[in-house]
Nanobody
Framework: QVQVVESGGGWVQPGGSLRLSCVAS????????IRWYRQVPDRTERELVA????????DYAVSVKDRFTTSGDNAKNTAYLQLNSLKPEDTAVYSC????????????????WGQGTQVTVSS
């Protein structure tokens, strides 16, 4: 079984920065992609804000492009999301999804979610 844990959230003033981490643990052979989502309270939909592939290709939502940067460390099964120039509208629970996970002893690939970390941007 694979576990995914996010960390690094917190409170920050507008214009500030945070760095989130997403660590996947277990008998992992490879992870195809790690996606970062955020969800605002009282809304049911999640917004995909960024993703990074095993090969290092990163992609971003228009709302965060040029402010957020994601990267991955395949050896550590870890991804990072650097949040810069934060705005109050960035306030949300940020979650990561490990997609296309191949595990030792299992065929096929799977998807796992973390519990999320709260990011609050206010003055």
């Amino acid at each position: 079984q694979v576990q995914v844990v996010e960390s690094g959230g917190g409170w920050v003033q507008p214009g500030g920065s945070l760095r989130l981490s997403c660590v996947a643990s277990g008998n992992i052979l490879s992870i195809n992609m790690i996606r970062w989502y955020r969800q605002v309270p009282d809304r049911t939909e999640r917004e995909l804000v960024a993703s990074v592939t095993e090969g290092g290709f990163a992609d971003y939502a228009v709302s965060v492009k040029d402010r957020f940067t994601t990267s991955g460390d395949n050896a550590k099964n870890t991804a990072y999301l650097q949040l810069n120039s934060l705005k109050p509208e960035d306030t949300a629970v940020y979650s990561c999804n490990a997609y296309g996970v191949r595990e030792s002893g299992y065929s096929g690939s799977y998807s796992y979610w973390g519990q999320g970390t709260q990011v609050t941007v206010s003055s």
